[in-house]
């Protein structure tokens, strides 16, 4: 699977907007870019995924590129609950996962 | 909300001893994987398993794992003579279908080799 880059860490204020960048400049055109965070002490929980078009549902909005070399995850108001690492990790033919390490997000309220 | 349960949520054992963990996935999903994080380090990959078959294995997942899938409901890891680097935490996760993006994961089991 091709590799992504996510800076290791993030702030963000509570409430509001926090915009996550994940770059993945050898994406193949079958590769679908899916994002997962990690709790403290727990396991991962999907996020959101997609292929080309932005993506929007109930826990936040992936915004892809034209050229699909970067994405931008998009969590409208960041909670403390929000703390987490976020991964994002492009998934092609394969079944399985290939986790990084992902970007450490700290909200300060 | 349907999830994938774990146990036991810990468990501490001797070196050289046979550990079982156990996952009990989504009732209608036929994908199931396991994936380890020993202490702060990465998520890592072990082994995924369809029709009751494996379908893909990393390398940490060596003749000292295995996998089953004993009745319907539970899926479970074994290892066989556990060393200290098992130490980890391990997540069972579990996928609908293959065209599905969404992999759901349980809470985990924390393994201490002593």
């Not at chain 2, 995924?48 to 494996?54: A, G, H, K, L």
Request: glycine letters at 6%.
């Amino acid at each position: 699977d091709a590799k992504t880059t996510q800076p290791n860490s993030m702030e963000s204020n509570e409430e509001e907007p926090v915009h996550l960048p994940c770059n993945h400049s050898t994406i193949s055109g079958t590769d679908y870019i899916h994002w997962y965070r990690q709790l403290p002490s727990q396991g991962p929980e999907y996020v959101i995924h997609g292929l080309t078009s932005n993506v929007n549902n109930r826990m936040a909005s992936l915004a892809i590129a034209e050229d699909r070399k970067s994405s931008t995850l998009i969590l409208h108001r960041a909670t403390l609950r929000d703390a987490a690492v976020y991964y994002c990790i492009l998934r092609g033919s394969a079944r399985q996962l290939t986790f990084g390490s992902g970007t450490q997000l700290t909200v300060l309220p | 909300e349907p999830e994938v349960t774990q146990t036991p949520s810990h468990q501490v054992t001797q070196m050289g001893q046979e550990v079982i963990l156990r996952c009990v996935p989504i009732s209608n999903h036929l994908y199931f994987y396991w994936y380890r994080q020993i202490l702060g380090q990465k998520v890592e990959f072990l082994v995924s398993f369809y029709n009751n078959e494996i379908s893909e294995k990393s390398e940490i997942f060596d003749d000292q794992f295995s996998v089953e899938r004993p009745d319907g409901s539970n899926f479970t890891l074994k290892i066989r003579s556990t060393k200290l680097e098992d130490s980890a935490m391990y997540f069972c996760a579990s996928k609908r279908g293959d065209n599905t993006g969404e992999l759901f994961f349980g809470e985990g089991s924390r393994l201490t080799v002593l």
